[in-house]
Every structure is written in structure tokens, then in C-alpha cells.
């Protein structure tokens, strides 16, 4: 239920920052859609449209024409398209992504790119002033900016991970459909012109904001699977057919480098299903949007609060062996408190933190378009409880406007909600009850006020405005287009004052582990100052034989040979499984398609040169892992700023559990897990996280002092 403190009719305190766009007949990789989003062909995303201003009394401000940008009739060379306004500090100026440029005529294929600018003069009587902020990649998509704490810019980008020296993996395609993504968050220094990744996100991450707290939670795109491309390729090979897609694996990341024999990838499962020595493997498949959080220099990257698809899908969720009766194929629901499942193949979007609920977030509760309808990520809103220390047990989703499980709306689809300081709600909004047809166009996309509607929930009450018309005319692949009528309204955002959100410093490593360290003679400060110099971080999970009492759907009741049992109190005779290494892979941007620009990732073992180097030697296990300690714990040296997974594996390397999610690390992080999957309340056993000193780091740092300076 949504609470407000001021009617409907009350005006807003704070002027409102939005941006106009030109309908749009198409969701597929489009401006609107769930992934793909930043991609600039005049379709995708039809020039025409302006940043406004909407000052309390409904008095407008086309900021954009103000200073010089954008024109209306035909969108040429002087046209721009613009999106994700964020707001200063200070209420007194704002960062935006515009697109400038479009086809001057028919086979004119000009591809420009969304770049950052930054606007001032948004008080009254004065006039508006637009600059590019320098320092960013001129060749890029540069999107979704906001201000840190410290004024550097967060934004999320598709330049490659490796920045210039990798143009040639340009662009980063997704593991869905191979398609252009994001290669994840970006931070620019505009006092310095520093420019680095901080996360890479290999199928995309998406509007990033920094909460009260100085948490950057954002939308990430979890699609980690093997390459469905690549499995229709196999299909057709097997069939005697043409092969669709080609696809194949470079021998590295490197320009030029050879195409391999065959197309094969190590992890995670096949999408197919395989068997092995436990019996019958499930394909493996999985496609789910939520929210993730990391502090400003990138470090401490999680899901919210460590909330997972147990809590927030709950259902059905596939088994990892399909011939042991102790795994289930749905979720045990006694232990969490959310009664709101998300569906998969969609999840959460464009997250805002409520400014009188700290760590509330309101969000889009969407469908990615399927089955030939058009979402424009449209749905319903939910609000989500994600305060800081909030156990993810304890995490709710609750509607706030109508929704039904067919996807079929009552009150209309909203997206892009912008709850106001005075406790109100704006979003924008459509009338349409169901997603459209691909080809056809939601019937509106307005700003309105969200008001007390039937049962506690919200619906749609007077727009903000009242309409704002354009006509334009433009140059598509298909011919001359026309568009006269009224404008979509997005991305509204308050423009007010707030206090400087203070930068998070949580701590990297716990009591158990600087206690090893201390006994181990190894000064933290030097360690860390060893991994920055090597771009390295160092991760340790303290017994990876303990799993979350919830996870029923990979294997449990783990043991290490000569070591360590966890064994689960609901199912103690169950089936034990042995785990003798911890298995690492990082993403190589290695798959290629030819004819196709650009390259997908696929997890390859760890052969990081300075990691690799760094590690302990584990000849016993297979590439890239290192030895489970008897007490269950691992440590390793990791490389920074490129995403990584891993699993556990048996003595002969047959893999137990998987990861699945891929995790970056900062050069000089050093990170905890106490378990894996890590506990929110209990274990299998009914225990608390494990507080043990880990075994393996201390043997790790034994060996590190034997390494040469």
C-alpha cells in the first residue's frame, strides 16, 4: 500500500527533469526495450524529441532547443534524440545522454553514438547551457550517467573492457541473441580525465543510481548460459543443413587471433542437457533483470543485499541432477517473507530510492519482449524493502499499481517511476492494458500523478502536462517516416537539493581472516598495495561444504575428502558428494560469428598471467583452480575489473556446484564469502555463516612470501 502525505492536486515543491521522444513501432533492441537499448538506428530510437523542464506551476522549458540542440520538421544532421536526465547535488545542474545526428537521405548509414553532457542553468529567467563532458570515449555509447559523492561520473558504456586496445571486440554482444550490449559501468574523473571500467557486466547493466546510503544499485542482465547461437549451429550440423551463424571460438581476445576447430565451451551446463558420473544433467538455461548493488570505486559487488531468485522468483527452479531425489525442482517458500514473485525473462527496471524511505526502492516490474509483443518495458510498479542489513529472507516486493499473471494490466502499464520528496509518485504511463504487437506502438506514454486507487493500490491520475506535439519526418532503412502527434515522456527525475551522500567504506576482509594475517606476519596495507601493482584481488570463502538452507536445487550435504562435512538436518541420508577443488573462469571475449562485428563472452578457466602466477600450484585439479583446504576454504588471487565465476569440483574435476553469476573484483580488493552460496540466516546444518580462520589463506600467504618481488 502506498502512503502520501500531499493530494494529487498539491503542486510539487521541485521543478521536474524529463526528456521527450518520438514514438517508437519497434521493442526489438530498441531505446525502449530491455537490453540492446543503446543502439542509434533511426528507428531504434526516432530523433525528434528534447530535455524539458516542467517548473511547479506547469510552466515547460525545451532545455535543449534553449541551448542550441535539436529542431523539429526534418531530423537531419542537426537532429538529437535524448534520455537518463540525473540530477546534481546541488539542484543546479544535471548530466543527460544525447544523441546527435540521423540519415540525411536515403542509404546514408551514419552511425553516431549517445555521448554524456551536462546541463546548467535550470532556474528561472536564466538559460540553459549544454556542454559534452570531455575526458569520455568519443567512439562509444555512453549512457545513464550520475554524480558520485566525490563528483566523478558513474555512466554505463559498451566501449570494450579493455578500452581502445580492444576496439577490436567492438561491440560486447550479449548471451542471449549475440546482440550489441553494455560492457558494464564506467567511471569518469572530469577533474583528471581518468577514464576505467569499475564493472564489467558481460550481457549488460542498466541505470545505475547512488542511494542514500552511497550504494550504486543498478539493473544487471544475469543470462549466463551457454550460446544458444552455437547450439542451433550444432543442430543444423547434425542435420546435414547450413550452419545459421558460424559461430566459433578465437584462441584469445587478441586481434587476429585464429578461429579454433569446433565451438566448445567448459561452463555452465549445456543448454541441452548432458550425462554424467551422477546420472542425468538438466539443461541448463536462465534470463533474469534484477537489482545489484557495489560502493563507487566498484568494490563489494553483490546482489541487493545478497537477495536471490529464491527470495525474489520463487517457483520452480531447475535441479542440477535430475537423479538425485534430494534436489527439488521448487523453491522451499517457509524462508522467506516476499509472497510477490517476479517472472523470469523479465525482472526489475529503472530502480528509484524513495526519498522519505531509505533503501525502498520503487521499480518497473517487466516482461522483456516475447512471443512477438512489444513491452517497451512497460508493467507494473512494485516497491522493493532493500535497506542496508536488511537479510535477504527478509526482502518483500509489493505492488503498487494492478497487475494480473496473464501480463495483462487494468490500470494501464507504467514505467521509469520518480517518487518526489512531498511523498508522491510520478511514472510515466500508458493506457495500453496489454503489450502491442512488434510493429505496432503503445497508444501513449505520458507523465502522470499516481493517486489512491482500489484495494490500496495506485493508478493513474492527471498527466503533468498537456501534451507535447511534434512533427518530424526522418530517413529510415525502409524509406521516408512521418511522425505527427504528441511525444512520449520519460526518465522524470526531481530537480532538488540534497546532502552529499557520504562514500561507503565497508571493510574488505573479517575478524577470521585478519586474524590469519596477523598470525601470518602480513601487514593488510602492503598486501593490498602488492595486488593494485599486479591489478589483482584477492577472494576466500571460509567452507565452501556450507550452502543456504534455501537452495535445494544444486547439490548439498558436501564434503572434502580428509576434511570438512556439512550435512543438511532436513535430508541427512541424502546422497553426500565429495569437493576437492575450487574451479575459477573469467569472461574471454573469444566467441566470434563472421560477418557479425564484435564477440561474445564465454567462461574460460583462469589463466590470468598475474593471477595464475600468483596462485598455488594445484596440479591435482583441473586448469584455473585451486585445492579446497580440509577446513572447506579457498583463497586465490583473481584479475581485477573483468568478471569472473566459478564451481566446485569433485577429486576427479566432475563439477558439483556452479556459480552461475559472474562477479568483478577491484585491483586491491580483498573479499569474504563465508559460504557458497552464501548464508542469509542458516545453512543446511541450521548453522550461522562459518567464522572459521581460513586454512587455504593462510597457506596462500605462505606461498605468496616465497614468491620473487
Not at 71 to 97: D, K, T, Y
Not at 119 to 147: D, K, M
Not at 480 to 499: C, I, K, N, Q, S
Not at 569 to 592: C, E, K, M, N
Request: hydrophobic share 40%; charged share 20%.
Amino acid at each position: 500500500m502506498w502512503t502520501s502525505p500531499a493530494h494529487a492536486a498539491t503542486p510539487a515543491p521541485y521543478p521536474i527533469l524529463f526528456v521527450t521522444q518520438v514514438p517508437l513501432h519497434t521493442d526489438v533492441a530498441a531505446r525502449l526495450s530491455a537490453f540492446a537499448n543503446h543502439l542509434t538506428g533511426p528507428d531504434q530510437v526516432p530523433r525528434g524529441g528534447d530535455l524539458m523542464l516542467r517548473y511547479p506551476d506547469g510552466t515547460l522549458r525545451a532545455l535543449t532547443r534553449e541551448a542550441g540542440f535539436g529542431n523539429a520538421g526534418m531530423q537531419g544532421a542537426g537532429a538529437i534524440a535524448v534520455r537518463e536526465p540525473a540530477v546534481h547535488r546541488s539542484g543546479r545542474r544535471a548530466l543527460f545522454s544525447m544523441l546527435t545526428g540521423a540519415p540525411t537521405g536515403p542509404g546514408d548509414k551514419a552511425a553516431p553514438v549517445w555521448q554524456l553532457y551536462e546541463v546548467r542553468g535550470l532556474q528561472r529567467r536564466q538559460r540553459a547551457v549544454i556542454t559534452r563532458l570531455a575526458g569520455q570515449a568519443a567512439s562509444c555509447n555512453n549512457l545513464s550517467p550520475l554524480y558520485g559523492s566525490d563528483d566523478r561520473v558513474l555512466f554505463t558504456s559498451d566501449c570494450p573492457r579493455g578500452g581502445a586496445a580492444q576496439a577490436h571486440l567492438y561491440p560486447a554482444l550479449d548471451e542471449y541473441e549475440a546482440s550489441p550490449t553494455t560492457s558494464g559501468i564506467w567511471q569518469l574523473d572530469p577533474a583528471t580525465g581518468a577514464l576505467r571500467i569499475l564493472n564489467h557486466a558481460v550481457s549488460g547493466a542498466f541505470t545505475p543510481i547512488l542511494d542514500s546510503d552511497g550504494r550504486v544499485v543498478f539493473t544487471r542482465w544475469d543470462h549466463q548460459q551457454q550460446d544458444q547461437l552455437a547450439q542451433r549451429d550444432r543442430d543444423a550440423a547434425r542435420n546435414g543443413v547450413a550452419l545459421p551463424f558460424n559461430s566459433g571460438n578465437r584462441a584469445s581476445e587478441q586481434a587476429g587471433a585464429p578461429l579454433l576447430p569446433g565451438r566448445d565451451e567448459v561452463f555452465p551446463e549445456s543448454r541441452s542437457g548432458s550425462r554424467g558420473p551422477y546420472g542425468e544433467v538438466s539443461a541448463f538455461a536462465t534470463n533474469f533483470f534484477t537489482l545489484w548493488q557495489m560502493e563507487e570505486d566498484g568494490r563489494n559487488e553483490e546482489t541487493l543485499n545478497h537477495v536471490g531468485q529464491h527470495e525474489l522468483a520463487f517457483g520452480y527452479l531447475t535441479p542440477t541432477f535430475k537423479d538425485d531425489p534430494a534436489l527439488s525442482n521448487h523453491t522451499n517458500d517457509r524462508f522467506h517473507r516476499n509472497r510477490l514473485a517476479l517472472r523470469r525473462e523479465g525482472g526489475l527496471f529503472h530502480a528509484r530510492e524513495e526519498p522519505r524511505r531509505r533503501g525502498s526502492f520503487v521499480a518497473t516490474a517487466a516482461r522483456e519482449s516475447a512471443a512477438g509483443t512489444a513491452t517497451f518495458t512497460t508493467g507494473q510498479l512494485v516497491r522493493l524493502s532493500g535497506a542496508p542489513g536488511l537479510n535477504g529472507e527478509r526482502m518483500m516486493l509489493i505492488a503498487l499499481t494492478a497487475g494480473d499473471p496473464a501480463d495483462a494490466l487494468p490500470g494501464g502499464r507504467y514505467r521509469n517511476p520518480a517518487p518526489l520528496a512531498d511523498g508522491r509518485l510520478i511514472a510515466s504511463h500508458s493506457r495500453a492494458v496489454r503489450a502491442p504487437e512488434q510493429g505496432a506502438s503503445l497508444p501513449d506514454l505520458r507523465l502522470v500523478w499516481l493517486v489512491p486507487g482500489h484495494g490500496g493500490l495506485l493508478r493513474a491520475g492527471a498527466p503533468l502536462t498537456s501534451g507535447i506535439g511534434a512533427a518530424v519526418r526522418w530517413w529510415s532503412p525502409a524509406g521516408m517516416r512521418h511522425f505527427d502527434g504528441v511525444l512520449w515522456e520519460l526518465d522524470a527525475v526531481e530537480l532538488r537539493p540534497r546532502a552529499r551522500t557520504r562514500a561507503r567504506h565497508v571493510a574488505g576482509f573479517e575478524a577470521p581472516e585478519l586474524a590469519v594475517l596477523r598470525e601470518e606476519r602480513v601487514a593488510p596495507v602492503a598486501l593490498r598495495a602488492w595486488l593494485i601493482e599486479r591489478d589483482l584481488a584477492l577472494i576466500v570463502t571460509r567452507d565452501q561444504t556450507s550452502r543456504d538452507r534455501a537452495d535445494l536445487q544444486q547439490p548439498f550435504n558436501l564434503r572434502v575428502p580428509g576434511g570438512v562435512t556439512t550435512v543438511s538436518i532436513a535430508a541427512p541420508t541424502a546422497r553426500r558428494y565429495d569437493i576437492a577443488h575450487f574451479q575459477l573462469f573469467q569472461a574471454d571475449a573469444v566467441r566470434a560469428y563472421p560477418g557479425r562485428p564484435g564477440r561474445r563472452a564465454l567462461a574460460q578457466p583462469l589463466h590470468d598471467g598475474a593471477a595464475t602466477a600468483a596462485n598455488r600450484p594445484n596440479r591435482a585439479g583441473p586448469v584455473g583452480s585451486v585445492k579446497i583446504a580440509a577446513d572447506g576454504s579457498t583463497a586465490a588471487f583473481v584479475p581485477a575489473r573483468r568478471a569472473l565465476t566459478w564451481q566446485t569440483v569433485d577429486p576427479a574435476g566432475t563439477p558439483v556446484v556452479r556459480e552461475r553469476n559472474w562477479i568483478t573484483f577491484q585491483a586491491g580488493e580483498m573479499r569474504t564469502c563465508a559460504s557458497c552460496h552464501g548464508t542469509n540466516t542458516a545453512n543446511q546444518a541450521g548453522l550461522a555463516a562459518p567464522m572459521n580462520k581460513p586454512e587455504a589463506l593462510r597457506e596462500l600467504l605462505r606461498h605468496w612470501k616465497t614468491l620473487p618481488p
